[in-house]
Every structure is written in structure tokens, then in C-alpha cells.
């Protein structure tokens, strides 16, 4: 079998940052992936599940209600290793594109209050499994050490 792509980024020097994962064409339209990685694979912990999952239901809905972007929002979830999130999007898009819709995807997800949207057993398949406060830390410290003042190697592999 062919190696896939994300696999052959060497995730020993990999940092976090915001990365194109991949583009894909499907008839007409390009959709874009993008690797939206928040710890450093391999060197430091990996993101807890309680708070991937709050990341993953406070991103998700904010990114399908943006004004913008929201018609463009294909797929918002946590990678398996739990080192950050794929952002899948409609249209032909480099790192730097959306850097501005995570800042304040990042932003609102470390001033959340209240509960997390979609965290009852009526809307979740595993309800109980949020960390809202782990969650807010982990985005004020992505936002603060990695989207705000991006550097050219946080941007592509």
C-alpha cells in the first residue's frame, strides 16, 4: 500500500502551527485540509480527550456560524493522536488564508461561559467527557504561542 501524505511528515521536527494538510479536487471544486496543530508531536503531552472533545463542540460550532466562513466548513475534528485538529474547507486556501478565522475561533473558545453547545445525552454520544476549563487554557495558550505573531515556519511543512 502507498504511505499517505500526512505520514510522511517527519513528526520529529514538526512544531505546532497552522498547515496545509492537502488539497483534494472533487469534480470542479478544491477542498482543502488543513493541519491545525497544536501541541508538539513525539516531544511534549498529548491533549487529554475531555478537553479535545470541548475544543472539538465549541470550534465546530463557532466555525458553522461564522458569517464568513460558515457555508465553507466542511469538517472541524481532533486528530487521533491527539496532538491537534483537521480543519477540512471548501475552496483552494493556503495556511496563511485562515489564519485571522482561527485567532478568533481560539479567542472565543478562552472566553467561553457557559455550557458547551451539544454536551447533553440528547445531542452526544459521550456528554460527560468535557473539560471546559482545560479547554479554554489550551486555546488562550495556542492562541497566545502560536497564532499570534505567526512565523513563515508555523505556515507550511
Known sequence: MKTIASFTVNHKRLLPGVYVSRKDNTGHDTVTTFDIRMTR??????????????IEHLGATFLRNHEKWGSKIIYFGPMGCRTGFYLIVAGDYGSEDIVQLLREMFKFISQFQGEVPGATPDACGNYLDMNLPMAKYLAERYLDYVLTGITPDRLKY
Open 41 to 54: 508531536p513525539n516531544y511534549e503531552p498529548v491533549m487529554n480527550t475531555a478537553e479535545v472533545h470541548t
